[in-house]
């Protein structure tokens, strides 16, 4: 299903290249994903089973939120620093399309 890709002779230009290749379509799935998923919440079944898969849909709720940006508003720069507290970042790659 998927091509073997030879990562042990790969380059950075050619690994640059498979991720752009393979973010593009990613996008055009997760297009298909979306429509898919659309058009079963507008059939209005509940759940159904397919061959393969089946699929359940989870009714919409409300839930809280916390806003920050809100709460930053009512704080002294002192209590923003009180509670703030450092986090480590993973290392991630961003891909964009190069312009001829």
């Known amino acids: 299903m998927f091509n073997r890709f030879d990562f ?3 380059t950075p230009e050619s690994l640059a290249d498979r991720l752009g290749e393979l ?7 997760s297009a298909e994903i979306d429509a ?3 058009a079963i919440l507008e ?6 089973g397919g ?6 849909v989870v009714a ?4 809280e939120s916390f806003s920050a940006s809100k709460a930053k508003a009512f704080l002294s720069a002192a209590q923003i620093a009180h509670c703030t507290s450092i986090v480590d970042i993973k290392a991630s790659v961003r891909i964009r399309a190069r312009k001829a």
């Open 8 to 10: 042990d002779s790969a």
């Open 43 to 48: 059939c209005g079944t509940n759940k159904a």
């Open 36 to 38: 898919t998923k659309a």
């Open 51 to 56: 061959k393969r898969y089946s699929f359940t």
């Open 60 to 63: 919409p709720t409300t839930r």
């Open 23 to 29: 973010e593009a379509r990613k996008a055009s799935i």
